[in-house]
T-cell receptor, first 111, second 115 residues
Framework: DAKTTQPTSMDCAEGRAANLPCNHSTISGNEYVYWYRQIHSQGPQYIIHGLKNNETNEMASLIITEDRKSSTLILPHATLRDTAVYYCIVRLSYNTDKLIFGTGTRLQVFP | DTAVSQTPKYLVTQMGNDKSIKCEQNLGHDTMYWYKQDSKKFLKIMFSYNNKELIINETVPNRFSPKSPDKAHLNLHINSLELGDSAVYFC??????????????FGQGTRLTVV
């Protein structure tokens, strides 16, 4: 059911920017791109979402390509605590639509 | 001041038993969910309730029955537990603002082990 494709795993050095890509080539005009992460043994945590403009909050930045077929989540200064599985999800903007999690990208931040 | 809380955190039980997992959210949200994460770490939605009404009911065995006594609670009752029910179950909630859905907040999960 997942409509996104992400690399299985990535590594990043502590203090460096982590750039996590996501392909969503079949995204429709009214679907948003959401990012969540799941740190080991915890519940998923919302990070950021966007429709077509780039977005930034205290956790991350989201860059969406002009054709909206792909996006990149950027953690500007990765820390060891950012080690987690990151999920890119596309969904419609109302509650009757499901958050469908794919396999995500396992990000390992190393010292 | 936990936003979405689940109890118990761990549950070990024998096959054939009936058990319940409770979920409460203090965020004032009107939509709540149950997700199952299996041993392969795949997160899959089971149910969604909006204002105590069932909205989403994925292909889940009838042995699983959600109950929403009010907007702040969504409990999951499981009858005749089977080995394959062993998983981590996550409760979540979000607020429907009509044209814009907000992010979902997840509980810490309930690790169910059926022996």
């Amino acid at each position: 059911d997942a409509k996104t494709t992400q690399p299985t795993s990535m590594d990043c050095a502590e203090g460096r920017a982590a750039n996590l890509p996501c392909n969503h080539s079949t995204i429709s005009g009214n679907e948003y791109v959401y990012w969540y992460r799941q740190i080991h043994s915890q519940g998923p945590q919302y990070i950021i979402h966007g429709l077509k403009n780039n977005e930034t909050n205290e956790m991350a930045s989201l860059i969406i390509t002009e054709d909206r077929k792909s996006s990149t989540l950027i953690l500007p200064h990765a820390t060891l605590r950012d080690t987690a599985v990151y999920y890119c999800i596309v969904r419609l903007s109302y509650n009757t639509d499901k958050l469908i999690f794919g396999t995500g990208t396992r990000l390992q931040v190393f010292p | 001041d936990t936003a979405v809380s689940q109890t118990p955190k761990y549950l070990v039980t024998q096959m054939g038993n009936d058990k319940s997992i409770k979920c409460e959210q203090n965020l004032g949200h009107d939509t709540m969910y149950w997700y199952k994460q299996d041993s392969k770490k795949f997160l899959k939605i089971m149910f969604s309730y909006n204002n105590k009404e069932l909205i989403i009911n994925e292909t889940v065995p009838n042995r699983f029955s959600p109950k929403s006594p009010d907007k702040a609670h969504l409990n999951l009752h499981i009858n005749s537990l089977e080995l394959g029910d062993s998983a981590v179950y996550f409760c979540a909630s979000s607020q429907d603002r009509g044209f814009m859905n907000t992010e979902a907040f997840f509980g810490q999960g309930t690790r169910l082990t059926v022996v």
